[in-house]
């Protein structure tokens, strides 16, 4: 331990501690950092006055002036929604088909519409509706099962397909693996895909698969395979396939087809979101008046 003595160098006392010939010196905290220090400790204890703070399990300091974030929020969403009421009000009063005829109702509609489907539908459908192949269909092309008009649009999407709501639009392909045989469904399959040829012509009825087609399909897909859509019958003469084009997918479809499910959504959503969807889906692509 050594005698206090001050720096020539820099003028502060050492604190009589000394290593290796090294002293310790009693320099101050410089004003300015001291300063600083209080002043944060002087904002931390007003911001827990004034602001929320201490929150326990079940509650929390409200502070003096009472607000929060939550609150923000709520009034931010209440105003919005005050400003988008009259635009509901017409969605509802304005029948469907003469939404888009009105370029401001259309673009609010189109706008809603989109939010709704980015939140309730596109986990199935996509973001950019192009589905999936062999699980859930495309939104933006020209095929439709149950018609492409926006009032069946609103139908389908009010009522889902194959769910639990009374009025659900239901069709149902039956299996034929144990009816047919594996060389009529592997005749079938190759002339179902003839179908989307437009080269064929009149050689397509000398497939062997166009007899079994016409006793078998028909009914339903429609002599030249149009498809049926007031029953959800799909079309199979164009180049848009769900369960793929290939025949050994078409095998399989006819072996043991596959049937998807579409959730109902009236109930889950309000009519206006629900009319605001299908004027959306319906502008995706190939939508019908």
Not at 16 to 22: A, K, S, V
Not at 24 to 42: A, K, Q, S
Request: with cysteine; hydrophobic share 40%; proline share 4%.
């Amino acid at each position: 331990m050594s005698i206090h003595e001050r720096n020539q160098l820099t003028g502060p006392a050492t604190t009589g501690h000394e290593w290796d010939g090294i002293k310790e010196l009693r320099t101050p905290i410089p004003n300015w950092w001291l300063i600083t220090f209080i002043i944060t400790w002087v904002f931390a204890i007003g911001y827990l006055v004034l602001y929320p703070s201490f929150a326990t399990t079940k509650s929390f300091a409200p502070g003096f002036l009472e607000w929060s974030s939550k609150q923000e929020l709520n009034e931010a969403t209440q105003q919005a929604r005050e400003l988008q009421a009259n635009w509901r009000k017409q969605i509802v009063a304005t029948p469907l088909e003469e939404i888009e005829a009105n370029d401001e109702l259309r673009r609010f509609a189109i706008a809603g519409g989109q939010a709704a489907f980015n939140e309730n539908c596109a986990a199935c459908h996509g973001v950019g509706a192009g589905g999936q192949i062999g699980q859930f269909p495309s939104l933006n092309d020209d095929d439709w099962l149950w018609g492409g008009k926006i009032s069946e649009i609103r139908t389908t999407i009010r009522h889902g397909i194959r769910s639990a709501d009374e009025d659900t639009r239901v069709s149902e392909m039956p299996a034929f693996g144990g009816v047919l045989s594996a060389e009529d469904i592997a005749a079938a399959a190759n002339y179902v895909l003839s179908l989307s040829d437009r080269g064929r012509g009149a050689t397509r009825e000398s497939m062997p698969g166009a007899a079994i087609f016409a006793d078998n399909c028909s009914s339903c897909h429609g002599a030249g395979g149009d498809g049926g859509r007031e029953f959800g019958a799909p079309r199979l003469n164009d180049a848009i396939w769900l369960y793929g084009g290939t025949v050994d997918a078409i095998i399989n479809q006819i072996t043991q087809p596959k049937m998807g499910q579409m959730p109902t959504w009236e109930g889950r959503l309000d009519d206006v979101t629900i009319r605001m969807l299908a004027v959306y889906v319906h502008t995706l692509g190939g939508g019908e008046m």
